[in-house]
């Protein structure tokens, strides 16, 4: 372990320079917004600019330090936003580009920060670049895209004559045929959204000139969508390769040809130069990095190498896919969730930075997923869940809605989603064979729509979302699971999240404190310290329905409650009962412990 948590913390990161003091970042909160789903101001049922404006009282209540704003960009909105037709303007779904120079002044005005969603690994096919590249094969911007002939001796639009075999994350082929040229075009995700060639300079010159517009225009920084797939593993011929067949399907996985590829750190090191570099700014850069490893990650997010701040990893929740994918899932058990958090938490110790999230726009509700959404239980193991997240190592990200405790949606029948890619799942695994009622269930329960149903403010019509018809259904629940109620009552999961982010801020040692698990074999407790300098808290969670006993580490017996999420005295003598997901934080400085 380091002697000196602080050591390699410094302040050398997107904009600002070196120093001796930790990253700002290192102690903030980040919340993010999903605007389709936020709250609608004008009636048409789908979230807005206006809508989040007129909530930001509500954030700075909560206490949040920076706000994510997914996709706002022009979009057909084929994947609600991340197919980006025009970067430099607001989609009028959304508002205009006045209302968003309004919304960024509010949350100057308010001491938060805004980060914008940078989605650079492809575009919309209705972009302007695309429209020229797909023109012609003699267009300028042809190599501004992965245009690719069908296989050798096969025709095009022939079953099998793709260039290569790669699976797109959205089902079926990652290639489209062009008929009117008879060549393919690459889209790791929807046939709408294609893949940006990064090889070529002159798409990397306009994307970081994008970006600083938007940094000149006064935000705070970039989360970067899916940016370690960028880089594509290309043979000095231009051929792509083919990857290892995905069991049931005609396809194969070509993630080894584009996860972390060759030029990877280079690409991110040209950013930061040409972005990022010499900004008399404090800014943040989030990379989304699927299939990232610790190893990997600790390259990216090293300060001396001037990549980006930290990164969104996926390993923990990849833990409850089964053999069949996301879609085919299986319980969590609790020991793999520690060893791997515990891994990352480790690894990225001595150098670099976590990022620790539960939930997002991809991801289901935690409470239903990982907690008990029961009406028995939800309160608590909301805010047990929270109380773990916060205290681990890095930068806690709350998704809308979290701190209400929200739940996953009751989905009956496949009319009733709106994901494009659990809508294509549902279709190509029906095709198949597939029984639709067993199709149904694992939409249900991972499908991305659950984070995306209105957020419920209010008990009333429509959740207080939207005064008109919401793009898709409120869940029925808002009734006990809202904005108002939970801000009148002080033991809700709204102010235990609060208070959380409260001793945040005034804990040094909630960010910078090291990391020690303890009873990592455990299938019902969730325990470890955290230590700086001369303090120290002991995490104790009982993350099951059921009582548990932990046995205390030497030292802690008698020891302060920093915070908990259940009302009722720590019995003393006892403190290692734990009711049915209770969390507590115990707080002791090196001397009570020497004394103890």
């Not at 517009?213 to 899916?226: A, I, Q």
């Not at 403010?457 to 429509?462: E, L």
Request: hydrophobic share 35%.
């Amino acid at each position: 372990m380091s002697t000196d948590p602080q050591q390699d913390l410094t302040a050398q990161q997107s904009g600002s320079g070196t120093g001796d003091a930790p990253a700002w970042w290192t102690d903030a909160v980040v919340y993010q917004i999903y605007p389709r789903s936020f709250a609608d101001s004008d009636g048409d049922g789908i979230g807005d600019l206006g809508g989040i404006l007129a909530h930001l009282d509500h954030l700075e209540a909560l206490g949040v330090d920076v706000i994510w704003l997914s996709p706002v960009y022009s979009s057909p909105q084929d994947d609600n936003g991340y197919d980006i037709s025009d970067y430099q303007d607001i989609d009028p779904t959304f508002g205009t580009l006045e209302q968003f120079d309004e919304l960024l002044a509010a949350v100057h005005g308010r001491g938060m920060k805004l980060v914008m969603d940078l989605v650079v690994n492809h575009t919309s096919d209705e972009h302007p670049w695309f429209i020229e590249s797909r023109s012609s094969p003699d267009s300028p911007k042809r190599d501004w895209y992965w245009w690719r002939a069908p296989r050798a001796g096969m025709e095009p639009g022939a079953p099998g004559a793709e260039p290569t075999n790669w699976q797109s994350f959205f089902s079926g082929s990652t290639w489209e045929l062009d008929p009117s040229s008879g060549e393919y075009y690459l889209h790791l995700f929807s046939r709408k959204q294609p893949d940006l060639n990064w090889e070529n300079p002159q798409v990397r010159a306009a994307v970081y000139a994008m970006m600083g517009w938007w940094l000149d225009r006064g935000v705070d920084g970039f989360r970067m969508d899916v940016i370690n797939m960028i880089s594509k593993d290309v043979a000095e011929d231009g051929h792509l390769h083919d990857g290892p067949p995905v069991d049931g399907t005609p396809w194969g996985d070509g993630s080894a040809s584009y996860l972390c590829g060759p030029r990877i750190h280079e690409f991110l090191q040209e950013m930061h130069r040409e972005v990022f570099a010499g900004r008399d700014a404090e800014l943040i850069t989030v990379g989304e990095m699927p299939g990232v490893t610790v190893e990997q990650a600790a390259l990216f997010t090293d300060p001396a190498r001037a990549e980006v701040d930290m990164v969104f990893q996926f390993e923990h929740v990849g833990l409850d896919h089964g053999p069949g994918g996301k879609f085919d899932p299986r319980p969590l058990r609790l020991t793999d969730l520690k060893a791997s958090l515990g891994r990352w938490q480790e690894g990225l110790e001595e150098i670099g930075w976590n990022s620790v999230y539960w939930n997002n726009h991809d991801q289901p509700r935690v409470v239903s997923r990982f907690g008990d959404d029961s009406p028995e239980h939800r309160l608590a193991s909301a805010t047990c869940l929270a109380t773990l997240l916060h205290l681990h190592r890095g930068t806690p990200y709350v998704y809308q809605g979290e701190e209400l405790g929200m739940t996953n949606a009751p989905f009956e029948a496949i009319e009733d989603f709106r994901d494009i890619e659990s809508v294509n799942h549902y279709r190509h695994a029906v095709a198949a064979g597939a029984d639709p009622a067993t199709v149904l269930a694992g939409l249900r329960w991972t499908g991305r729509d659950n984070a995306r149903t209105p957020v419920q403010w209010t008990p009333g019509p429509n959740a207080g979302f939207t005064t008109g018809t919401p793009w898709i259904e409120v869940n029925p629940n808002h009734d006990v699971v809202n904005a108002e109620t939970a801000r009148a009552d002080p033991g809700s999961v709204f102010h235990h999240y609060r208070r959380l982010i409260r001793l945040r801020h005034a804990e040094p040692v909630f960010a910078l404190g090291d990391f020690t698990m303890l009873v990592p074999h455990h299938e019902q407790v969730y325990a470890f310290t955290r230590r700086l300098e001369d303090v120290e808290l002991l995490v104790l969670a009982n993350v099951s329905g059921e009582e548990v006993r932990a046995d205390l580490p030497d030292g802690w017996a008698g020891t302060g409650v920093l915070i908990g999420n259940r009302t009722g005295p720590v019995v003393p003598g006892d403190e290692g009962l734990l009711r049915p997901w209770e969390a507590r934080v115990h707080r002791r400085t090196r001397g009570a412990a020497a004394h103890g």
